[in-house]
C-alpha cells in the first residue's frame, strides 16, 4: 500500500515563503503523476498544482500561478511545492495526491482521479 507524506507546513508571514515535502513509499512513483490540493475548514478541497509523471508537464490554477511551483524528484520519491509571495488567502491543509492511473498525462484539477492521499499538513499565512 503506497502512502504519501507531507511536510514543511507551518507558520509564515505575509509574503514569505514555504516549500512542501511529500515523501511517497513503494517503487512505482515516477510512473504517476502527482498534485497538490488544499482545503479550509467548511470549503471544498481545491486544486493547487500537478505535474506529470515525467516531470515534464504542470498545471495551476489563476491563484496560484506565477507564485506557486510544483516539483519532483524521482530518485527521492518526493514531490515538492515550493510556495512563494504567500497571501492570507492561502492558509488551508495542503493535501499531496497520487494519480490513481500510472503514465497518465492528463493534469486533472478535481479530486476524483486521484486515489491516495496524505495525511495533510497546516499552513498558516499571518501577521
Known amino acids: 500500500q503506497v502512502q504519501l507524506v507531507e511536510s514543511g507546513g507551518g507558520l509564515v508571514q505575509p509574503g514569505g515563503s514555504l516549500r512542501l515535502s511529500c515523501a511517497a513509499s513503494?517503487?512505482?512513483?515516477?510512473?504517476?503523476?502527482m498534485a497538490w490540493f488544499r482545503q479550509t475548514p467548511g470549503k471544498e478541497r481545491e486544486f493547487v498544482a500537478a505535474?506529470?509523471?515525467?516531470?515534464?508537464?504542470?498545471n495551476y490554477p489563476d491563484s496560484v500561478k506565477g507564485r506557486f511551483t510544483i516539483s519532483r524528484d524521482n530518485a527521492k520519491n518526493t514531490v515538492y511545492l515550493q510556495m512563494d509571495s504567500l497571501k492570507p488567502e492561502d492558509t488551508a491543509v495542503y493535501y499531496c495526491?497520487?494519480?490513481?492511473?500510472?503514465?497518465?498525462?492528463?493534469?486533472?484539477?478535481?479530486?476524483?482521479?486521484?486515489?491516495?492521499w496524505g495525511q495533510g499538513t497546516q499552513v498558516t499565512v499571518s501577521s
Open positions: 495526491a497520487r494519480d490513481r492511473t500510472p503514465f497518465d498525462n492528463v493534469l486533472s484539477t478535481s479530486p476524483l482521479p486521484y486515489d491516495v
Open positions: 513503494g517503487r512505482t512513483f515516477n510512473w504517476y503523476s
Open positions: 505535474i506529470t509523471w515525467s516531470g515534464r508537464d504542470t
